[in-house]
């Protein structure tokens, strides 16, 4: 005590003044820092990482918001709070968030928790590197680069180029964008006026994010044509053939097809090769949104879902969903190798790619973003291979495909559950018929009570905590569940305990 005392006096004697600041020496205590970190950690592994596979747990514990405001203490003052406060937050946090590791979370197109990646993300958060620049980010640049260069030799490419963005939707942006930008390269510096209508095809089962980024880049929604897709939800090759042909009658100028491998709801994949002819025919750049069903490359039994991939000019694919690697892992593949991102994107900002560098500037990647400060996405998919293989990889896109083959058999074994479609993905969507309703004459009554079912079910589980399964409405079906298979922790146990759980909770219904 006594030393320390003396250092405080020292460095005040000697203290430099600016505007009243003391500038001698760091002001942060690094120890006490260290501490905080070393026990907020513990308790990540004894609350997260330790209980991510023990079904006992709950999935979520649910409170309503205002109740959930008052335990978390939301608050911010003008002093600290302490150490012991801080670490108490970290636990509320942690307990009443919804645990997206838990083997019985089939909410989302994501779930699971893989450890190689999530030692990555410990390693790139602590790192906190931005991957615009050699100088700054020099492995992560290079772990981009073998990733990239892995994803395109799946999809069938002998070359091409690629970037990791923030979600499939900012893929899909940067696709439309450079479908246009190739299009009408003008556009970069004249900007929209004097450019003649320009339209867009897509699946009318494909996702949100293509009216979004229609809106965004100033195309317009009233732009997407949306084309039909059969009973399955793919697109059918016959109306966007007829879509096309409309849209150049009209004068408008037609430059872009999205397909979808792997839809939303229903795990639909689009019939690539027919759709790349017309593509082909019509002089159209041809974007598959493979953020869900990409992963499917892997595998050597299910790659033919994607047949006719490598005749797209770009591809949207998420590693985050079906293979673990944490969100927000999303690349955009493009097939073109001379430079077209970034010619597209780039700004040339003197002050962070100066071309006069001591080094091989070609690895300054960062002028082929939308942004500037960019996470190292690609290394926590990176390490995660590494540690896995391919094969391993393989193994779990085959696995939760297999657990969703026996959940769709279990469901035609039992009363009161009705599957909507065979599914070809991991979407298992069925509703679940309480026994009220089992003897009703099928009507408009009927149909009107059964949309009721799925969201009462889902509150129950919910505030259970047993599990979390989605619900939606779908193109004139009412609410019907989506299950979704991801996580190599989810067994055949829990498909049967999915099933009987919806029976237990509807049991009154």
Sequence with gaps: VGICKQEMLQKKKNAVLVDGVILNGPIMDSKAGEKFVEEACKIIMEEVVRKADDVTEKVCEWRAPEALKQILDLEMRDTGESHQKLLQLCRDVIQYSVKTSHPRFF?????????????????????????????????????????????IEFIGWEEGDGIFNPGG??????????????????????????????????????????????????????????????????????????????????GSAPFLVCATAGTTVLGAFDPLDKIADICEKHGLWLHVDASWGGSALISRKHCRLLHGIHRADSVAWNPHKMLLAGIQCCALLVKDNSGLLKKCYSAKAAYLFQQDKFYDVSYDTGDKSIQCSRRPDAFKFWLMWKALGTTGLEERVNRALALAR???????????????????????????????????????????????????????????????????????KVNFFRQVVISPQVSREDMDFLLDEIELLAKDL
């Design 169 to 250: 939707s900012v893929s899909n942006m940067y696709a439309m964008n450079l479908a246009r930008y190739k299009f009408c390269p003008e556009i970069k510096e004249k900007g929209l006026s004097g450019l003649p209508r320009l339209v867009l095809f897509t699946s009318e089962e494909c996702h949100y994010s293509m009216k979004k980024a229609a809106s965004f880049l100033g195309i317009g929604t009233e732009n997407v044509y949306f084309i039909k897709t059969d009973e399955r939800g793919k697109m059918i090759p016959e109306e966007l053939e007829k879509q096309v042909q409309r849209a150049r009658k009209e």
């Design 406 to 476: 026996y959940l769709v058999e279990e469901i035609k074994k039992r009363e009161g559950f009705q599957l909507i479609l065979e599914p070809e993905y991991a979407n298992v969507c069925f509703w679940y018929i309480p026994p009220s309703l089992r003897q009703m004459e099928d009507g408009p009554e009927f149909w009107q009570k059964l949309h009721q079912i799925a969201p009462i079910i889902k509150e129950r589980m919910m505030k259970k905590g047993s599990m979390m399964l989605g619900y939606q409405p779908h193109q004139g």
């Design 107 to 151: 909410n989302q197109l994501y779930a699971g928790i893989d450890y190689s990646s999530l030692v990555a993300r410990f390693i790139t958060e602590a790192l906190n590197p931005s991957v615009y620049t050699y100088e700054v980010s020099p492995v992560f640049l290079l772990v981009e680069e073998a990733v990239i260069k892995k994803m």
